[in-house]
């Protein structure tokens, strides 16, 4: 696995949801007569939410599409901000974000895969494409990841970053990975 560029800076991850939190896939049906849709999301990126928790990143999600399964799951990892905008708002959604906080767009990083992040990727700090990104985007990104959108590529680069800002293993032993200290009465 390459090594991530210095993450020292980023204090946001910014992340397209379909296509990189997600498979890609959508399920669309009808239940009861009512309109239900299902994406499939890793619980690998779940957990590697989990392990930012404590650390001065923070996530949102900016999705290009409505979906009632996006919001349900940025609610069960907590995730602080969950945006479904048009395809083209990406690049002025994230900069109300980063108005709001206070940030740079150097402290960003960002993970796309399609056209719709690529304005997006040439602002940020630092730019990462999943496995499966459009090659465009792949020539703009700092890095590309091994795993594909929706198979632990949000979790690849959760732990990079960790490990670039030298934090991995206080987060693993936060959510008592190897290293933790053992519970009271099993030692």
Known sequence: MADLPDATAIRL?????????TDNAVYIGEVGGSRVEFKRFDIHDGLGHALLRGT????????????????????????GEVCQVAPGAKMATLAGILEARGLGWHEVAFVGDDFADFTVMERVGLPIAVANARQELKAIAAYVTEARGGHGAVREVIDLLLKSRGEWAAAI???????????????
């Open 56 to 79: 001065a990143i923070d996530v949102v999600w900016i999705s290009g599409r409505e979906s009632t399964a996006t919001t349900l799951r940025g609610a069960e990892l907590g995730v």
């Open 13 to 21: 991850l910014a992340l397209d949801v379909d296509g990189v939190l």
């Open 173 to 187: 032993a936060r959510i008592g990975g190897p290293g933790a200290p053992a519970p009271e009465g099993t030692r």
